[in-house]
C-alpha cells in the first residue's frame, strides 16, 4: 500500500484543491509579475521619451535665448557707436560756437547784413573806389552791434543742436526698427 491511499478521499480532494488554489494563485501572481515587466517597460520607455523631448526643448530654447542675446549686444553696440558720434558731433557743434561768440565779443569778427536796396542808380552801378577788405561791392552792408549779434548765435547755435539731436533720434530709431 502506498501512502496515497492511506489518506481518505476528502483529504484528497482537499488536498487538489488546494494544489489547484496554490497553482492558480502562482499563474496569476505570474501573469501580474510578467504584466508589471511590461508595464514597467513602457513606462521607462515613455519617461526616457519624455525626458529626451524636454532636453531638446531646453536646448532650442537655450540657442533661442543665446541668439537673442546677441542680436541685443550688436544692437546696443551699435547704439553706443551712434551714441557717442552724437555726442562728438555735439561737442565739435559747441565748441565752433563758443569760438564764434568769442571772436564775435573780441570784435576779431563783425556780423554785418546786407541791407535793402532804397535808391537805385541805373541797372549795376559800380562804385568810383572800392573799399578796402571788401570783395563784393554795389550791395550796402549794416554791421551788427556785438550784443545782437552774439543772441543770433545764441539762436543758431540751439537751432543747429536741435538737428543734431534730431539726426540722433532719426538714426536711432531707424537702428531699432530695422531687423538684422
Same mark, same amino acid.
Given at each position: ?19 489547484? /488554489? ?50 541685443? /549686444? ?40 546786407? /541791407? ?12 568810383? =573806389?572800392?573799399? =578796402? ?29 536741435? /538737428? ?17
Amino acid at each position: 500500500m502506498r501512502l496515497f491511499d492511506l489518506i481518505p478521499v476528502q483529504f484528497r480532494i482537499a488536498a487538489a484543491g488546494v494544489l489547484l /488554489l496554490m497553482g492558480g494563485a502562482g499563474s496569476a501572481a505570474l501573469a501580474w509579475t510578467v504584466q508589471d515587466w511590461r508595464y514597467s517597460r513602457v513606462l521607462e520607455r515613455q519617461s526616457r521619451l519624455q525626458a529626451d523631448t524636454l532636453n531638446e526643448l531646453s536646448q532650442a530654447s537655450a540657442a533661442l535665448q543665446r541668439s537673442e542675446q546677441d542680436k541685443r /549686444l550688436a544692437l546696443e553696440q551699435r547704439l553706443q557707436s551712434k551714441d557717442e558720434t552724437h555726442h562728438k558731433e555735439l561737442t565739435d557743434e559747441q565748441t565752433k560756437q563758443a569760438r564764434l561768440r568769442d571772436r564775435l565779443a573780441t570784435a576779431d569778427l563783425r556780423l554785418s547784413v546786407v /541791407l535793402a536796396a532804397t535808391e537805385t542808380i541805373g541797372c549795376c552801378a559800380m562804385p568810383t =573806389t572800392t573799399a =578796402t577788405g571788401r570783395v563784393v561791392y554795389g550791395t550796402k552792408r549794416a554791421q551788427l552791434d556785438p550784443a545782437h549779434a552774439q543772441r543770433i548765435i545764441g539762436v543758431t547755435n540751439a537751432g543747429d543742436q536741435g /538737428l543734431i539731436a534730431l539726426r540722433a533720434c532719426q538714426a536711432y530709431a531707424k537702428e531699432v526698427s530695422t531687423p538684422k
